[in-house]
């Protein structure tokens, strides 16, 4: 018996690191902890088993997983339920994701999954929720348009229904935010901290692309959103 109860579903509950909404096997079927931001020895084995992973854990913990799905070429072969462990996650806010515990993992367990831009990195990471970038100086392209040139006060990056959204935010005490979409966005600048999915990069970085990957992710979501 799996966790899952949509019709032909195979699926399973992945509970990452100390996620406090795992007491029980929900639904009589089988529950998986793994460490935060789980990698291939905790995640692949469930691959050729189960065709729905139910996510239990931080943004991070989920594109680590999603991160997987890609590598073992299976991101439209696979669909992925989200039930966030914190307030403020980023991905249930773009997707429109319950963040009660109860009411995320009944939507993890039988609703349908839909198809939504997967964004890739180009250090081979990808990006699920928000990456976010404080006084940037430098230059930035929204796939052929110049989103900023000179010193910026915030980028903020993500996923969008039409591939990647980026949110430039000028000025000190006005602030002006203009929100650009396309299929990639491209970042040279000074050293800058760059903050993905509430994970910090452990070096500054000078130049990073975010672009838009062949096949979309086959996230639960709730109908008609």
């Known amino acids: 018996m799996t966790v899952t109860e949509v019709a032909g579903v195979r699926g399973i509950v992945v509970a990452c690191g100390a996620d406090q909404h795992t007491g029980t096997g929900f639904g009589g079927g ?37 991160l997987r799905l890609l ?36 939507l993890a367990r039988t609703g349908e999954a839909a198809a939504v831009p997967l964004v890739r990195e ?5 990006l699920v929720g928000r990456a976010t970038l404080r006084k940037v100086h430098g230059q930035g392209y929204c796939d052929e348009e ?15 229904p039409e591939g990647i959204a980026a949110r430039v935010t000028r000025g000190q005490l006005l602030n002006r935010t203009t929100t650009l979409r396309g299929r990639a966005f491209q970042l040279g600048c000074h050293p800058v901290s760059l903050v993905s999915d509430g994970v910090r990069h452990p070096r500054e970085v000078t130049k990073w692309t975010w672009y838009r990957h062949v096949e979309d992710l086959r996230l639960v979501r709730p109908a008609g959103r």
């Open 30 to 66: 089988p529950v998986i902890r793994v460490p935060s931001r789980p990698g291939r020895a905790e995640i692949d084995p469930l691959l050729g088993e189960y065709d729905r992973l139910v996510i239990m854990g931080t943004d991070a913990d989920l594109a680590a997983v999603v």
């Open 122 to 126: 180009d250090n081979g990471g990808v």
């Open 71 to 106: 590598r073992k070429d299976l991101v439209s072969g696979v669909s992925v339920g989200f039930v966030p462990s914190k307030a403020g996650s980023a991905v249930a806010a773009l997707w429109k994701l319950p963040t009660d515990p109860a009411e995320a993992l009944e």
């Open 146 to 160: 110049v989103a900023f040139d000179g010193t910026v006060r915030a980028i903020e990056v993500s996923p969008d």
